[in-house]
């Protein structure tokens, strides 16, 4: 009788798991299905937050936008900073899948940062939440019941730069926003039958921000990402599984591969048109 134990989790809420399975012997598993789902949280103390100001903040499953008070609340760049609006759309809600332990990553859900300039007047997103649910199914060797769905409430906070030289930091253009994620809520690992499994989401450009950190009022170390201004940036997350026996220790370049993860966090400034 193999049993599921979770052994180390991120600073996340953790919602639900379910952690039995079966399988004839322990066996480290090589290949597993998975499915990843992905939602705004809108309601309650994880809402999003907006600075004070006009404007017409949107909030749904998935999408948040704002800036312009408009009929559509879509994010749409006019040209003009008093009838514009950014945004942050999520492309698929839920993905499937197949990932091999220790094996490379593979594609997720795409968040899209609508980066328009917007007046400085208009309220701006300070934080929001990424609820993500993760489900994984052995496939080799065949071991039974699924392990999740587990959910994790990932906090954001979102930087809009000012948008006017000197940038303070090396960017595509004046000036870039910033995102930056919190490592630790980034990854989630559980035990089986004496393996010890650990999830880790990445994406293209995700690392250290360098002098953005400081920009940003984030830890000199602070890793993330940054969007050029007046563009449609899709920021493909990816996933990856790793395996050891729980008696070896978790190698050093855990830490390091942990630094792309579910989620978003950033934080906003007032963007000057």
């Known amino acids: 009788m193999n049993s599921f134990k979770k052994v180390a989790t991120s600073t996340a809420a953790i919602l639900g798991v379910s952690l039995a399975a079966a399988s004839a012997q322990a066996e480290l598993i090589t290949d597993w299905d998975f499915d990843v789902t992905g939602e705004w949280v809108i309601a309650g103390p994880d809402a999003p937050v907006y600075s004070a100001g006009g404007g017409a903040p949107f909030n749904s499953a998935d999408l948040l936008s704002w800036g312009a008070d408009l009929m559509d609340p879509a994010p749409v760049n006019s040209g003009d900073p008093s009838t514009s609006r950014s945004g942050l759309q999520i492309t698929d809600t839920m993905v499937t899948g197949s990932v091999a332990t220790g094996g490379g990553p593979v594609d997720t859900i795409e968040v899209t940062h609508f980066n328009n300039t917007i007046l400085a007047a208009f309220q701006s997103l300070e934080t929001a939440t990424f609820l993500t649910t993760l489900t994984l199914t052995p496939t080799m060797p065949m071991m039974g019941p699924d392990f999740g769905p587990v959910s994790l409430n990932v906090p954001i906070q979102f930087v809009e730069t000012i948008n006017q030289e000197p940038c ?18 980034l990854n989630f690992s559980f035990e089986l039958d004496g393996f010890i499994y650990t999830t880790m989401i990445g994406a293209p450009g995700l690392g250290p921000l360098g002098d953005a950190c400081d920009v940003a009022g984030a830890p000199a170390d602070c890793i993330g990402i940054t969007t050029p201004e007046n563009a449609a940036t899709p920021v493909q997350f990816n996933f990856q599984i790793d395996g050891r026996p ?6 050093g370049s855990l830490a390091l591969l942990s630094l792309g993860v579910f989620g978003l966090i950033a934080r906003r400034q007032s963007k000057k048109a």
């Open 246 to 251: 729980a008696s070896v220790p978790a190698p």
């Open 168 to 185: 303070g930091f090396a960017v595509d253009s004046v000036c870039d926003d910033i995102f930056i994620f919190a490592p630790e809520s």
